[in-house]
């Protein structure tokens, strides 16, 4: 894998649960493909100040290459009224179309109420197909809840969509470059 594995935090607050959660989901899919070296982090709440700009900044350049040269991307947001972060959204849209060709894309939302549950597969993974990333896997609804011991759902997870993640990578979508 030549972009490895990153994790892109839709996150507002600065090292959020979702920081943690996404961190420890992109930790258990590289164990399971036997990764070693750690996934780089694009944490939106420390560029959130420069996005809007209509020129990128450096930094957000910078991200925004991180992101579109990943092979595998965790992107993880909390639930906001049903689905992702607009800081998000903001993020995911200065990325041309098909930007995200050669990544394998999981999804991930940290949410209070299991009624949202579906917002991973019919809001998140939509947008990720979108901007042209291969999303082979069911995304992660992660509860609130579950924070404390978020292994215990991340690791079967990871555990079922690894296999799906590997076959995808070993096709040529990380290839594709």
């Known amino acids: 894998m030549s972009g490895g594995i990153v994790v892109l935090v839709g996150n507002p607050r600065t090292q959020s649960r979702t920081h943690t959660a996404a961190l420890q989901a992109a930790q258990a ?5 036997g990764l070693g070296a750690p996934a780089e982090v694009v944490d939106l709440s420390v560029l959130a100040p420069e996005l809007p700009g209509v020129v990128p900044s450096p930094a957000v350049q910078r991200a925004l290459e ?4 990943a092979d595998v991307l965790v992107v993880a947001s909390p639930t906001y009224k049903g689905t992702y972060t607009g800081l998000l959204k903001l993020f995911l849209d200065r990325l041309p179309g098909g930007a995200l060709a050669s ?4 999804p991930l939302l940290v949410m209070g109420d299991p009624k949202h549950a579906l917002a991973v597969e019919v809001h998140l993974r939509p947008l990720l197909v979108e901007l042209g990333a ?35 990578l ?3 979508v990380a290839a594709a470059r």
């Not at 899919?29 to 493909?33: P, Q, T, V």
């Open 66 to 69: 991180l992101v579109a040269g």
């Open 103 to 106: 990544a394998v894309a999981l």
């Open 170 to 172: 070993a096709g040529g």
């Open 134 to 168: 291969t999303v082979p896997t069911p995304g992660v609804a992660l509860l609130e809840s579950q924070l404390p011991t978020a292994e215990e759902v991340l690791g079967p997870w990871a555990d079922r969509v690894v296999p799906q993640v590997a076959a995808t």
């Open 29 to 33: 899919i590289a164990e399971r493909l």
